[in-house]
């Protein structure tokens, strides 16, 4: 693997992150996976060399929702009207064919790649009208902003109800790495990410700080007692998991039960990351990527006690946005995953088999920086591409 590394290093030379600072069936096991040093697990061998991507020029893509900038998230509400979060700071109430501008929403620190972030709807909403924010936040002590996470509830077209459950501290003026998406998992808890804010060396392998961690909340923002850190001193309770670099994918595999996000790796070395409770993913002790000059970060890509992913892309395609097909519209796709590209423009198709990506396609080329993807209880896929706004996955 090493050797394969250093055969690659000049074709990684060329190739940047790409998140520009412009901006369901479940398992019936109902334990959490928890992390343990030199875990010789199915996910835990050999780490699979990159994949090259294919190109299927079989699908095509129809606007939905026009005319916006940067829409961070989206989600569905039981009507099938749509929630779109525009990164500055704007949430959008699309229905009936009509853009409607919800007021109330969260003050956001709109710098890089921080704002107004992802949208998602409590398991039971329809019972008790809870819908989770994730954005950068500029609360609390100190210049600049951090990630935090609100609830609120949708009245008419205003945000009420308005809840903030978790704030990052310190504030920092940096711009990049806030993470941040989130989702709840088959026992009804709120897990979301927050990157590690551009101090790689200080926040990510330090649990007494916020930040490059990926977070457990009920949800009511309440701290789960089982949680992996708690009772530790000095230890942020929040804390799930942690060595995270900058998770903008996060999904519940139906299939097992289990949270799976993908990350933006340095230069290289984007990942794709089964979440184990208590479980150290790594940065920056170990990576598959490089620093963007081109000067190697470690030439550690595995070591004990710290996560391997499942999958790592190199070059690296800047991932946004994370779906899992169980649609019936599309028999072909179900059972794979889809991720938006940043940096490449198009959405990637990946075949699984169990825990292994066994296949990488470009769907929808040059269709602009891919946001988000979601499957819509119609059963379509959607894509939310920056500059354009929401558009729909077409078979041709």
Not at 15 to 38: H, K, Q
Not at 49 to 65: K, L, N, Q
Not at 143 to 154: C, D, S, V
Not at 201 to 226: A, E
């Amino acid at each position: 693997m090493k050797k394969y590394i250093a055969s690659i290093g000049i074709l990684l030379s060329v190739y940047a992150c790409g998140d520009s600072n412009s901006g369901n069936d479940l398992s019936e096991n109902t334990e959490d996976p928890v992390a343990v040093p030199g875990d010789t697990s199915e996910e835990n061998q050999r780490v699979p060399d990159p994949i090259e991507a294919g190109v299927s020029t079989a699908y095509g893509f129809e606007m939905v929702v026009d005319g916006l900038d940067i829409p961070w998230g989206f989600t569905f509400l039981p009507d099938s009207s749509m929630l779109i979060t525009e990164k500055n700071g704007d949430i959008i109430h699309f229905k009936n064919g009509e853009k409607i501008k919800v007021s109330g929403g969260p003050e956001v620190y709109d710098r890089g790649q921080g704002g107004l972030l992802d949208v998602v709807l409590h398991p039971e909403y329809e019972s008790n009208g809870w819908i989770y924010f994730s954005y950068a936040s500029p609360e609390g002590t100190g210049e600049g902003g951090n990630t935090a996470i609100m609830r609120a509830k949708l009245e008419g077209n205003k945000l009420t109800s308005k809840e903030v459950l978790y704030k990052a501290s310190p504030n920092t003026t940096k711009g990049q790495h806030f993470g941040s998406r989130i989702a709840f998992d088959k026992n009804g808890y709120l897990f979301f990410s927050a990157g590690e804010r551009g101090e790689r060396d200080v926040n990510p392998q330090d649990i007494s700080r916020d930040n490059g961690k990926v977070y457990r909340l009920n949800d009511d923002g309440s701290i789960p007692s089982d949680n992996p850190f708690v009772g530790e001193e000095n230890a942020v309770e929040a804390i799930y998991s942690y060595g995270h670099r900058n998770p903008q994918g996060m999904i519940l595999n139906p299939e097992t039960g289990e949270i799976w996000v993908h990350e933006h790796g340095p230069k290289g070395g984007d990942e794709i990351n089964i979440v184990k409770k208590g479980a150290n993913y790594g940065w920056p002790v170990v990576t598959y990527g490089e620093n963007y000059s081109g000067t190697p970060i470690t030439d550690e890509r595995s070591k004990p006690g710290m996560e391997d992913p499942i999958f790592y892309w190199l070059p690296s395609i800047a991932p946004s946005g994370f779906a899992y097909v169980t649609s019936e519209k599309f028999p072909e796709l179900k059972g794979k995953l889809l991720v938006g590209s940043l940096k490449f423009q198009y959405l990637e198709l990946l075949d699984l088999d169990g825990k292994k990506i066994t296949k990488r396609t470009k769907l929808i080329e040059d269709a602009g920086r891919m946001r988000d993807v979601r499957q819509g209880p119609d059963g379509d896929i959607y894509v939310a591409i920056e500059g354009k706004g929401i558009a729909k996955l077409t078979n041709k």
